[in-house]
């Protein structure tokens, strides 16, 4: 077996959406990592294989954590091939076990993203085919080995994904609404506003209800990753079940309960509300997250809250008027019934901030699934 190049330096690459910059570090530390670097979009950091199999598990920020294997002047496709193919896929893979392969290239001769994909999966198959005349297959849903590969400036790096996937899918979003707020940005948005449970938190329109469960998760010290069934670092040659066994058992261990009446959400469509049901279920205490069906200007009032939320920004049925209106009415109903509550209000496309009628004490720029958002906080008296 050869020695890789996260064995040598025990060096891991954590990606976070963009915008979630600070949040990402102050988690990756509170985790344990160390000489935490910053890459682009991501953190270099140093750990353990204790506090990387925690990682993985815990993170409800970073959305890839990468073990690296190799690192090379990569100029074309050929010596892509050549260099992937020194090494040792069956480190990683064996003939029944499946694999798939993301892949990003910027500044650099080789251009294409897929095709570069194409190109390193060509050297496994290819391989295995010479060794065995056989080859594993590419399952893109469910691998059971996601390896990463990126080519900037013409430097390529190939890493095995060691959660497997996209961390921000937790597991628990089953039913499908539009706009849904991605996983990973709900959980920075909650870090951000330092909710500390002290204060009930609702969200009026809580659509599938992905701040609430990032909230109840958090509030519960929930594992982020406690609903996946594949991570990637299973298949790394030094993987230790035993140590792993134990980190999942503490960590699970360590989950509280969820008291009554600290997070409730409301929203307009009652569809959206019985999505929500349905993922809120997956959670120990679930039942403790009041859900109702409301318009929020039915709404008496929302005093001493932390109100943290994601209106409409116009990309379903909405005009653009409908939604100025909305948002504007939105604002009269914080600045009018919710005496002593902060407000957390992330828009989706940072113009119609100015559509509240209310001055942010406080703006983040966070980025999720192409659109550059905005989180502003309201302080309300
Ligand atoms: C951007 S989505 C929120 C998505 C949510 N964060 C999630 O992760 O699923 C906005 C939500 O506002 C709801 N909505 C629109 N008008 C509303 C109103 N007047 N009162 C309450 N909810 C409303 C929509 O039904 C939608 O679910």
């Given at each position: 077996m050869s020695t890789y190049l996260y064995q040598e330096h025990r060096q891991f690459f954590a990606q976070h959406a963009g915008g979630a910059e600070e949040a990402a570090a102050a988690e990756l530390k509170e985790l344990g990592a160390h000489s935490i670097q910053q890459g682009h979009l991501g953190y270099y950091f140093k750990a353990d294989p204790e506090i990387l199999y925690r990682i993985v598990y815990m993170t409800r920020i970073s959305t890839r954590v990468l073990a690296p294997l190799i690192h090379f002047d990569c100029h074309s496709s050929n010596y892509l091939y050549k260099t992937a193919q020194q090494i040792d896929w069956t480190d990683f893979l064996t003939l029944t076990k499946t694999f798939a392969i993301t892949a990003n290239t910027a500044d650099s001769q080789l251009r294409n993203s897929n095709y570069a994909a194409q190109i390193l999966k060509d050297a496994i198959v290819d391989q295995f085919r010479e060794t065995y005349g056989e080859r594993p297959n590419v399952n893109t849903r469910f691998p059971d080995l996601q390896l990463n590969l990126y080519v900037h400036k013409n430097r390529a790096r190939i890493s095995v994904d060691l959660g497997g996937g996209s961390l921000h899918k937790r597991g628990y979003r089953t039913e499908r609404v539009a706009a849904p707020m991605q996983e990973n940005v709900a959980a920075t948005i909650l870090r951000l506003s330092e909710w500390d449970g002290n204060q009930p938190l609702f969200d009026p329109f809580c659509g599938s209800g992905t701040l609430l469960i990032e909230a109840a998760m958090k509030q519960t010290h929930l594992p982020a990753a406690r609903f996946r069934s594949k991570f990637g670092f299973l298949r790394l040659p030094d993987f230790d079940p035993t140590l792993w066994n134990q980190i999942k058992t503490d960590a699970n261990r360590a989950v509280i309960s969820l008291p009554e009446y600290q997070i409730s959400g409301s929203d307009i469509d009652a569809t959206a509300i019985q999505a929500a049901t349905t993922h809120l279920a997956m959670l120990p205490d679930g039942k403790n997250i009041h859900l109702q069906t409301q318009d929020f200007r039915s709404i008496e009032s929302l005093n001493h809250h932390c109100i943290i939320t994601n209106p409409p920004y116009g990309i379903r049925m909405e005009t653009p008027q409908q939604t100025a209106l909305l948002l504007k009415e939105f604002g009269d109903f914080l600045k009018q019934k919710c005496t002593g509550s902060t407000a957390f209000v992330y828009f989706g496309?940072?113009?119609?901030?100015?559509?509240?009628g209310l001055k942010p004490d406080q703006k983040w720029p966070l980025r999720t699934g192409g659109l550059e958002g905005i989180l502003c906080r309201y302080p309300l008296y």
């Open positions: 496309e940072p113009t119609l901030s100015k559509k509240l």
